[in-house]
């Protein structure tokens, strides 16, 4: 009994899950835009807004591409056989071609079914033949707003094309464009191409003179009666098009400027919300939609770019997509942190140069400080040098001297002997010039004047060093010997102070063998050259050093009882400045060895 009363138990026999059969009515085909871009938004709403399960079944009107009767005839039988069994819940007639075939055929086409009208204008819907299961969401197209929208960003545009197909649909809209458009008359011309195949009418759009702007309607059929489904034909006006493109229907935007258009999303959404109503149990009849205006508008910033089209001349509360980011928008944290990473390394830059100049003022401070003292020390060593510069002056006077009583002889001789007097006159002119050296060298010496680096033979140099102290060495019993190499060693460097160096150096090995019996008094002076450096050796047969070699060149450091310490320190700073380097070192047995080097000029480089 208990199982009786629970009922079969046959899972065939249980209740099914109740859905509903939406048939939606193409206008001249499913491809056809801007139609089809609303279709999807509607079955996309319905997928997402519909508590039921829903079945569409979708169907093109596809004898509203021209006039023939016969074959409406024909699909309404088509529809009638197909749903005789089971009749759609709800139709949905998408454009206006759908809405006027079903209106002129409503008593045979499913008449208690109830039918949603959409994705038309105002005044394509016939209001008088609707009947109680008929309601309508419509839009309204404002042609003249669309227009004057499009002027007002590109004012000095004087020649508009209207893109329109030839199919009833469309002929009938070219008359009511033409009647609001009226009042541009005379600001712009409108030129209209639905006499013509598409294949000439683009063309003629790749061809347009200046200040021109393209309007595309549709493109159901042309004159030729060729359909353009799809996005084929809209496509390829954009590729050969010389003007900008604007239309009244959101579906078409990525190939148009843009502006205020009728968005296929809100109107979906719109529509959707009232067959959802008429679903539940709604009377279509009392359902009442106001016809939408247009979105605000939408423009494409590509489009804009590629015309000119500049943005401030935008309506306002306008929309701008496909905005290409600038670099700041991109990679805004990348370049601030290089921006901070700029200002820091500029920064430390700037206390670099800061410091490198402050490090160079105190350079040229330092080798003017330098250079007076080498000054002092060059007048020091002209004070030791006094005996050996009156040897060699004594030496040239006392030559002219003789050479004059001896040509005043001549003169008071009977006969003159003018070869004689020649020979006398060509001696005391050779003894003038001598002694005229001597002096130039000596004031070469003491001479204030500032670093001069110019080409010259450290041969040269070390040849009038020797001549310079040669008087001295003489009266100190120092025998001084120089061996020279015996090609030239081009060295660049200022010629008074690498002579200021070897004159120390000589002087200082003169002192040292002071004590020295004279026989062992020797000091000799060799040049040479070491692969790309020139090298002069200063050998004296002295005690040897004393202190480390470097200590030796240290200011203030001397072993003379009446020495100042400055002489090697201030000739370590020539030849440094010289980019050389110089050094001592002991002899093995007795002496001391001063080595210079200095780096060859590059021409004796080249040379070699």
Avoid at 541 to 558: C, H, K, V
């Amino acid at each position: 009994m208990l199982l009786s009363l629970m009922g079969p138990s046959d899972p065939a026999g249980a209740a099914e899950p109740e859905h509903k059969r939406i048939l939606i009515l193409h206008s001249v085909g499913r491809e056809f835009r801007p139609w089809n871009e609303w279709a999807k938004a509607i079955r996309a709403e319905l997928d997402r807004q519909s508590p039921w399960t829903v079945d569409v079944q979708e169907h093109s009107l596809i004898a509203a591409r021209s006039a023939d009767a016969d074959a409406e005839t024909l699909f309404l039988d088509y529809l009638q056989a197909l749903y005789a069994g089971h009749p759609p819940d709800l139709v949905i007639g998408v454009g206006a071609p759908a809405a006027s075939f079903i209106q002129r055929n409503r008593q045979r086409f499913f008449p208690a079914t109830p039918t949603l009208f959409t994705t038309i204008e105002a005044r394509r819907v016939q209001y008088s033949k609707m009947t109680n299961n008929d309601t309508v969401v419509a839009v309204t197209h404002r042609f003249l707003v669309l227009f004057e929208s499009f002027l007002k960003i590109s004012p000095e545009t004087k020649v508009i094309a209207i893109v329109n197909g030839a199919s009833p649909n469309e002929l009938f809209w070219r008359g009511e464009m033409e009647r609001e458009l009226k009042p541009l008359e005379g600001e712009v011309e409108i030129r209209w191409y639905d006499k013509l195949s598409y294949e000439d009418t683009l063309k003629q759009l790749a061809a347009l003179p200046p200040h021109s702007a393209i309007f595309w309607y549709q493109m159901v059929a042309d004159a030729a009666g060729v359909a353009h489904e799809g996005d084929r034909a809209l496509t390829r006006l954009f590729k050969v098009a010389n003007a900008p493109i604007f239309s009244h229907d959101d579906a078409f935007f990525g190939e148009i400027v843009g502006g205020p258009m009728h968005s296929p999303l809100e109107g979906s959404r719109r529509a959707v919300g009232v067959a959802i109503r008429i679903l539940n149990g709604e009377k279509p009849a009392e359902i009442r939609t106001q016809p939408s205006e247009f979105a605000p508008a939408k423009y494409d910033w590509r489009e804009l770019q590629r015309w000119g089209i500049s943005e401030s001349l935008l309506p306002p509360g306008s929309t701008v997509y496909f905005r290409e980011p600038s670099a700041w928008e991109k990679y805004r944290w990348q370049i601030a942190f290089v921006c901070a990473v700029m200002l820091v390394q500029a920064g430390l830059i700037s206390i670099l140069l800061y410091e490198r100049r402050r490090r160079r003022v105190a350079e040229v401070e330092a080798r003017r400080r330098m250079a007076e003292l080498a000054h002092v020390n060059r007048y020091s060593m002209a004070g030791e040098l006094t005996t050996s510069i009156a040897h060699e002056l004594n030496q040239p006077l006392g030559s002219i001297l003789v050479n004059t009583e001896s040509a005043e002889l001549l003169l008071n001789a009977p006969s003159l002997n003018v070869a004689e007097l020649k020979e006398i006159i060509s001696d005391i002119r050779r003894d003038d010039q001598r002694a005229g050296e001597v002096i130039r060298r000596l004031r070469s010496l003491l001479k204030r004047a500032p670093f001069e680096a110019q080409q010259i033979d450290l041969n040269d140099v070390v040849d009038e060093s020797l001549d310079l102290v040669s008087g001295l060495a003489h009266a100190r019993a120092v025998t001084v010997e120089s061996v020279l190499s015996t090609e030239a060693l081009p060295v660049q460097g200022d010629r008074i102070q690498l002579q200021q160096v070897l004159l120390n150096l000589i002087l200082n090995a003169t002192d040292a063998m002071a004590t020295l019996d004279k026989s062992r008094r020797k000091v000799t002076v060799r040049t040479a050259r070491d692969s790309d450096i020139a090298q002069v050796e200063v050998v004296d047969n002295g005690p040897g050093l004393l202190a480390g070699s470097d200590e030796i060149f240290e200011p203030f450091y001397t072993t003379k009882p009446s020495g100042m310490g400055m002489g090697l320190s201030i000739a370590r700073t020539i030849v440094e400045a010289h980019e050389g380097e110089i050094s001592a070192e002991n002899r093995a047995g007795r002496g001391t060895v001063f080595r210079i080097r200095l780096p060859l000029a590059s021409s004796a480089l080249a040379v070699s």
